[in-house]
């Protein structure tokens, strides 16, 4: 339980709004960080990923790129 | 068995599953996503009732419209098959197989790629298909959008606000595209407007460092590390390959939607309907849901 949680995330895409909407619907608390906005944050981002795309999520350590339901499901035990 | 089964999730398919719901017709929608391209889009300003909206702003108000009537939906899940025996039409897709007595194919139109060395390497690591999503991750430096039509425009458009520079690399002599949106690009300071001229490869080490382009003959390197393809669109039509459909892969519908299957429709960017619009795709996608419920009131399956 309590895995720490960190979406990386622009305002503009929509699947970054439906992976927050998705946490927020099971109750799961997340960090997270506009990249649009936070250059640090956006170079953190690639660095953790390897890559450009948004949404990233970090669950505890596991990196997930795009809104992958399914592996947002099994690395949170959902 | 179901009534209907809608494909797709955009415009036309939204549409399709709020008029259907309505006529409390049973039916799921099977998408890999909500809002298809219209989630793409950056700035709307041409959806009546809405001066102005975003792309991601309207495909969450298409989520919230259908969420309202608790339509069934099957979301990531992508269509691989189409098959009618009898009366019962066969909807299979990587998860699973579902029955039903009508479809609706709404299943939009995808990026078209542009079929160079080192674009697959390079996609999410500099090369992206969707400015609106991706754009803001390239602030301060130096970009190139590859193309020259409404898309190419929207997406160089979105990125004067964002980038340090903006390269349009055009294949044609001129670009093509909306009077009105040409004439910002035109006369925006940031953009560098490249007419007849071809990317032949995308460069970089981990992340894209540039492009090569063709002019006159002679090819160049040219130094960016952000990559905007948008270079036209294809139709996902692939997995229904009874279907008929004209030159362009796109689906042949009569005014009433219907395709030559009996009991599978098709509405929106899909189709052969001329003009590919947000509004024009959700109003055929309603027509789609209306022809769906006669046809079912006509033929007792």
Redesign the interface.
């Known amino acids: 339980m309590g895995k720490k949680v960190t979406v990386y995330s622009?305002?503009?895409?929509?699947?970054?709004?439906?992976a927050k909407q998705f946490l927020n619907e099971n109750n799961i608390i997340f960090e997270n960080f506009d990249?649009?906005?936070d250059?640090e944050k956006?170079q953190e981002m690639?660095q953790k990923s390897?890559?450009?795309?948004?949404p990233v999520l970090d669950i505890d350590g596991q990196i997930i790129?795009g809104?992958?339901?399914?592996g947002i499901k099994k690395a949170l035990g959902l | 068995m179901l009534e209907l089964i809608i494909i797709g999730a955009g415009p036309a398919g939204i549409t399709a599953a709020v008029y259907a719901a309505r006529k409390r017709m049973s039916l799921l929608v099977i998408s890999k996503?909500?809002?298809g391209q219209a989630?793409?889009s950056?700035d709307i300003e041409n959806y009546t009732g809405y001066q102005f909206i975003?792309?991601?702003e309207l495909?969450?108000k298409f989520?919230e419209h259908i969420g309202k009537y608790g339509v069934n939906l099957k979301?990531?899940e992508a269509v691989v098959g189409l098959k009618k025996s009898g009366d019962i039409i066969l909807v299979k897709t990587g998860k699973s197989n579902y029955e039903t007595k009508t479809v609706i194919i709404a299943s939009g139109k995808r990026s078209r790629e542009l079929g160079v060395p080192g674009e697959k390497e390079f996609k999410?690591?500099?090369l992206?298909y969707?400015a609106?999503?991706?754009?803001?991750?390239f602030?301060g430096k130096p970009v190139a959008v590859i193309g020259g039509g409404n898309s190419a425009l929207d997406a160089a458009l979105q990125l004067v606000n964002?980038a340090s520079k903006v390269y349009l690399v055009n294949i044609t002599s001129a670009l093509s595209g909306d009077e009105i949106m040409r004439q910002k690009v035109e006369s925006d300071q940031k953009v560098e407007l490249l007419n007849d001229t071809q990317v032949t490869a995308i460069t970089g080490d981990?992340?894209v460092k540039g492009i090569k382009i063709k002019r006159a003959g002679r090819e160049e390197p040219l130094a960016v590390e952000g990559i905007f393809v948008e270079v036209g669109l294809l139709p996902n039509s692939e997995f229904a390959t009874d279907v008929e459909k004209n030159k362009l892969l796109e689906i042949q519908v009569n005014s009433r939607n219907e395709t030559n299957i009996p009991g599978v429709f098709a509405a929106g960017d899909v189709t052969d309907v001329p003009e590919k619009q947000i509004i024009i795709a959700a109003g055929e996608g309603s027509k789609a849901a209306l022809s769906a419920f006669r046809y079912l009131a006509q033929h007792k399956i």
Not at chain 1, 50 to 54: E, F, N, S
Not at chain 1, 67 to 70: A, C, G, L, M, N
Not at chain 2, 132 to 137: A, E, F, N, S, Y
């Open positions: 622009t305002t503009t895409c929509s699947y970054c709004i439906r990249v649009s906005a250059q956006a690639i390897g890559q450009m795309g948004v790129v809104f992958d339901k399914e | 996503d909500i809002g989630a793409w950056g975003s792309g991601p495909a969450d989520a979301e990531q999410n690591k500099g992206t969707c609106t999503c991706d754009g803001p991750l602030s964002i981990r992340f």
